[in-house]
């Protein structure tokens, strides 16, 4: 046996392939201090705790600080999954192992494998209008609110009050549901965002008085290049002839 006063050990990696006798065999110290890099070598600490059956050392994010775990069973760490809005504390917090080793439901709770894996992403938060109040929204991709369409005669509740995030993942058909990005722009006094063909492709548009394109009419002969290209906003904004111009909503 080798004893040592030191109280730290190294031993391979458990996915070293090589064959270099000194790191295969292991030993007392760490890797810095066997001149072994830590990619291929890990350090333990304790009385023969470089054994293979022993416990990996790694780390996880919990409450947003990386934290030291061992285990036997790889380097697993948790976390709330992207969607969950319950008050599990010890889901949200995340950590060290599985969704399973802690009993936590999977439909909640997602699994990651290797060294700070669980990192959350940071939600955005911002706010969009729900009716006659303003709701605060987070996100993790883009500030998206929805709003009932300018000609929109229905009376879903939900819809006509409009809220956080996308017409579809509040399951809204978008003939009747528009999407908007930024805080609060879907306000009845913010501009629709909707596409008009302009040159025979779709361009973005907006507006503050509705969803109006225009085009030349089809018995139209002229060269007005502007007329016949058609875009955004009305034959009137334009200053066009209604004669040769038509609107459309």
């Known amino acids: 046996a080798v004893v040592s006063t030191q109280s730290g050990h190294y031993g391979r990696g458990s996915n070293y392939t090589g064959n270099e006798d000194k790191l295969t065999e292991g030993g007392c110290g760490t890797c810095t201090e066997a001149n ?3 990619s291929i070598c890990e350090d333990c600490e ?7 059956d022993n416990k990996t050392t790694y780390q996880c994010y919990q409450d947003d600080k990386a934290v030291n ?16 809005a319950g008050n599990d504390e010890a889901l949200k917090s995340g950590g060290c192992g599985t969704c399973a080793e802690k009993k936590l439901n999977t439909a909640e709770c997602q699994d990651c494998k290797g060294n700070l894996c669980n990192v959350v992403d940071k939600k955005t938060t ?4 729900q009716g006659d109040e303003v ?8 500030e998206n609110c929805f ?28 003939s009747i549901c528009l999407d908007c990005e930024g805080d609060l722009c879907n306000g009845a006094d913010n501009k629709t965002t909707y596409q008009c063909y302009q040159d025979d492709k779709a361009v973005n548009c907006t507006s503050t008085t509705g ?3 225009f085009r030349a009419r089809s018995d139209y002969a002229g060269n007005d290049e502007a007329l016949k290209s058609g875009g955004c906003g009305t034959c009137a904004e334009k200053k066009l002839n209604t004669a040769e111009c038509q609107d459309c909503k």
């Not at 304790?46 to 293979?52: F, I, T």
């Not at 000609?151 to 879903?156: A, F």
């Open 69 to 84: 775990c061992t285990i036997t069973t790889g380097e697993n760490c948790f976390r709330a999954r992207s969607d969950y």
């Open 46 to 52: 304790g009385d023969l705790c470089n054994g293979a």
């Open 36 to 38: 072994f890099n830590t």
């Open 126 to 129: 911002y706010q969009c209008h």
């Open 135 to 142: 709701a605060n929204c987070t996100s993790n991709t883009e």
């Open 211 to 213: 969803e109006n394109c």
């Open 147 to 174: 709003r009932a369409r300018t000609n929109y005669t229905g009376n879903e509740d939900k819809l006509t009050k409009g809220g956080c995030g996308t017409c579809a993942k509040a399951t809204f058909n978008t």
